[in-house]
């Protein structure tokens, strides 16, 4: 279980104060599966580098409840491979050194098995397709075999066939392997899609948690799931985002 505290981050830029973040209090459960939503610059990412370990907040406080050390694995938007390396040595690159060969071969092989591209093991970065290089940067993330996952917009760049595909295949793996996962996003369907709880951002502050308890695999068709999107959509827009009436003169 990790725990934010009124967990706040600010800037200063040039003679302007930055507030990318105040008064986050949130409680994430161990194997929970969190969604972040919100429009850009609303402070989604230095919420996942506080969590990450990789921005320290300015205020407030992360505790962790737990007895061993919480192993972190993040994907970013873009899958960062190593262009001189294949597939299944951009997914052992973590673990070299750590672990015997052969093990961290077996731990390879099993999550290139899990993200599907077990055909792909020897194949380089200039030869996949944007979606096998995101699953090769989930790979690379879980053969760490982290408590915690974090994923900022994954899957934004890829197509909406893909990216329904990833979605599907995210939520698979976070069955079998039960990480703690929190994803962020800008996009609201994914985030009902994929979270058990939508934690919406707005200008750096909490406007509000969905709870999602729909099963899985969840269908965007399903009337449960537009409802959840509209009801956090009326609570992210704000008037400048109506649509113009054009039929007024
Ligand atoms: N290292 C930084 N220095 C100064 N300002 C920053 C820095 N990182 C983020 N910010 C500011 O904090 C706010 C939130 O940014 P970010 O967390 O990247 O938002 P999002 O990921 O939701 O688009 C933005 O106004 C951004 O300009
Ligand atoms: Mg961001």
């Not at 993040?74 to 070299?96: H, Y």
């Not at 993200?115 to 397709?129: D, E, H, I, K, Y």
């Not at 069955?175 to 707005?202: C, S, Y």
């Amino acid at each position: 279980m990790l725990e934010l505290q009124n967990i706040g981050r600010h800037y200063q830029v040039a003679e302007k104060h930055v507030s990318a973040l105040s008064g986050i209090t949130v409680t994430l459960a161990k194997g929970s599966f969190t969604t972040v939503v919100g429009r850009s610059g609303c402070g989604k990412t230095t919420l996942l580098r506080i969590l990450a370990g990789l921005t320290e907040p300015t205020e407030g406080t992360l505790t962790h409840k737990g007895t061993a050390k919480l192993t972190v694995g993040v994907v970013f938007q873009d899958a960062r491979l190593m262009p001189w390396l294949s597939v299944i040595d951009n997914v052992a690159f973590g673990l070299k050194g750590r672990l015997p060969q052969d093990v961290i071969m077996q731990r390879c092989v099993a999550v290139l098995e899990l993200v599907n591209l077990t055909a792909f093991r020897s194949a380089m970065p200039a030869q996949l397709s944007g979606g096998m290089a995101q699953r090769v940067a989930i790979a690379r993330a879980l053969v760490m075999e982290p408590d915690l996952l974090l994923l900022d917009e994954p899957f934004a760049a890829l197509d909406a066939f893909t990216r329904r595909s990833m979605q599907n295949e995210l939520v698979g793996i976070w069955q079998k392997r039960k990480p703690t996962i929190v994803f962020v996003t800008h996009d609201v369907e994914e985030a009902v899609l994929l979270g058990q709880t939508v934690l919406e951002l707005d200008q750096g502050t909490l406007a509000g948690t969905a709870m999602i308890d729909l099963p899985y695999p969840r269908d965007p068709t399903d009337s449960r799931i537009s409802l959840h999107r509209r009801t956090i959509l009326q609570r992210l827009l704000t008037p400048q985002d109506a649509v113009p009436n054009h039929n007024t003169n």
